[in-house]
């Protein structure tokens, strides 16, 4: 009868956080009587949350910010903050500030919404990327999205029939590659630059190979194209043929 609930006369708690489930013998009646108090808990945890914790007191999924004036939101997940932006389909992912580090796997969902997208250089030009697994729902490599990434070791495609943008795993430390297949047109710069490549898989479906996409992959010995292939694409005076600079290509099979 003389205890005091830990929070008793706090009168300008404004906030309260919590990322797991609900704690054992949890009551937020002493929370209730804080007039302006707000109340986080984590997605993941909500429909038992929920249970618990007025309408009223729900102060937004703690982990989770957004948008900003540039209408990037925000959610950690197993300790990495990941940046997005709300897309009619789901959610497309940006660039991370601070940028991404080690070995990640991107979430399935994010705020929510499926993530069914990366942005033009979400991890480009990042030393500190080691390796990504991306999920079933992104389809598409856009420009540049690896690019430059001199640490990135492996990158595992969820999705069925990804495609390849241009100069998307360009620069990387790829040392072996399956290009998916469904894949028809490589993109110009694919892996323009990404000398420790020393295998790539083409598939079935490839019917050409824009120009510089394996240009100085210095480390690709063999090459074998597939029965369909049509040829290579157009060129002019300032283009590079797809394997210039290929120093270690000793066979090509067509």
Not at 96 to 120: E, F, K, N, Q
Not at 127 to 148: H, I, K, R, Y
Request: one cysteine or more; aromatic letters at 12%.
């Amino acid at each position: 009868w003389h205890a005091h609930w830990p929070f008793d006369g706090c009168t300008g708690l404004a906030d309260v956080y919590f990322f797991g489930p609900v704690p054992a013998n949890f009551d937020c009646s002493g929370l209730q009587a804080l007039e302006d108090v707000r109340i986080h808990y984590p997605r993941a945890h909500a429909e038992e949350w929920a249970e618990r914790v007025p309408a009223e007191k729900f102060g937004g999924f703690a982990g989770e910010g957004g948008p900003d004036a540039e209408g990037v939101c925000w959610q950690t997940v197993a300790g990495v903050t990941w940046r997005y932006v709300p897309a009619e389909d789901g959610a497309c992912l940006v660039r991370g500030d601070p940028a991404y580090a080690g070995d990640l796997v991107v979430p399935a969902t994010l705020g929510g919404r499926p993530v069914t997208s990366i942005d033009t250089f979400a991890f480009g030009f990042n030393p500190a990327v080691t390796s990504v697994e991306l999920p079933a729902g992104v389809t598409n490599l856009p420009f540049q999205a690896f690019c430059s990434c001199t640490s990135l070791t492996n990158l595992v495609l969820r999705a069925p029939r990804p495609h390849l943008g241009e100069s998307c795993l360009g620069g990387t430390a790829l040392r072996r590659f399956a290009v998916p297949e469904g894949e028809t047109d490589l993109a110009v710069d694919v892996f323009h630059g990404a000398a420790s490549l020393a295998s790539v898989t083409l598939p079935s479906t490839l019917r050409t190979v824009g120009r510089s996409a394996f240009r100085n992959c210095t480390s690709l010995t063999e090459i074998r194209f597939p029965a369909g292939f049509e040829g290579f694409g157009a060129y002019d005076w300032h283009a590079h043929w797809p394997f210039d600079g290929c120093t270690g290509l000793a066979d090509v099979y067509f």
